[in-house]
């Protein structure tokens, strides 16, 4: 099972700031919170990944509580292009019990209003 | 751009049948993992292989094999498909604990 709790769905209006949330209460000194998004129909794409520290690159920011259990992902000025499901991840470098580190929940379903 | 290729595109096949889905993975990836994913729901893990050994294996039966070539390119193989095997096929190339970068995808049609 994922070790993350996510929105069902939320929405955003084109160019304003799609700040996604993510629930992971159970996380572990040795897990990283990554998020990957999925376009419909398209193979996910990789966004961002951090540990502890918050972390920006040229997609979106990532910001993790000090006691790391939950985090926001960050797209800074929405497009309609970023319509997509978003999915974070909590992944250990270690397999789990399955021989996984790689674990997606449902996401949330981001919908970029014009 | 990715850079990790998958084929076919599309593929229809009968229940009983078998099938071998192809992943080639991105430029100095040691890894390659498998998911499958159904209409609706997140990927959900099948295996990963290592330089060519299977490194990990999620909740699917033996039907479901694979192979890893010493150029890291990676094949899916299933067995006596049932229709419930209708999927999305997603390969994903990593550097060992690295992110892994996904490609198109195969989409199967059981019928």
């Known amino acids: 099972d994922a070790k993350t709790t996510q929105p069902t769905s939320m929405d955003c209006a084109e160019g304003r700031a799609a700040n996604l949330p993510c629930n992971h209460s159970?996380?572990?000194?040795?897990?990283?919170v990554y998020w990957y998004r999925q376009i419909h129909s398209q193979g996910p794409q990789y966004i961002i990944h951090g540990l502890k520290n918050n972390e920006t690159n040229e997609m979106a920011s990532l910001i993790i509580t000090e006691d790391r259990k939950s985090s926001t992902l960050i797209l800074p000025h929405a497009t309609l292009r970023d319509t997509a499901v978003y999915y974070c991840?909590?992944?250990?470098?270690?397999?789990?019990?399955?021989?996984?580190?790689?674990?997606f929940g449902p996401g949330t379903r981001l919908s970029v209003l014009p | 751009e990715t850079g990790v290729t998958q084929s076919p595109t599309h593929l229809i096949k009968t229940r009983g049948q078998q099938v071998t889905l192809r992943c080639s993975s991105q430029s100095g990836h040691n890894t390659v993992s498998w998911y499958q994913q159904a209409l609706g729901q997140g990927p959900q893990f099948i295996f990963q292989y290592y330089r060519e050994e299977e490194n990990g294996r999620g909740n699917f039966p033996p039907r479901f094999s694979g192979l890893q070539f010493p150029n890291y390119s990676s094949e899916l193989n299933v067995n006596a498909l049932e229709l419930d095997d209708s999927a999305l096929y997603l390969c994903?190339?990593?550097?060992?604990?690295?992110?892994?970068?996904f490609g198109p995808g195969t989409r199967l049609t059981v019928t």
């Open positions: 991840i909590v992944r250990s470098l270690y397999l789990d019990n399955y021989g996984q580190n790689f674990v």
């Open positions: 994903a190339s990593s550097s060992y604990r690295g992110e892994q970068y």
């Open positions: 159970t996380i572990s000194g040795n897990e990283y």
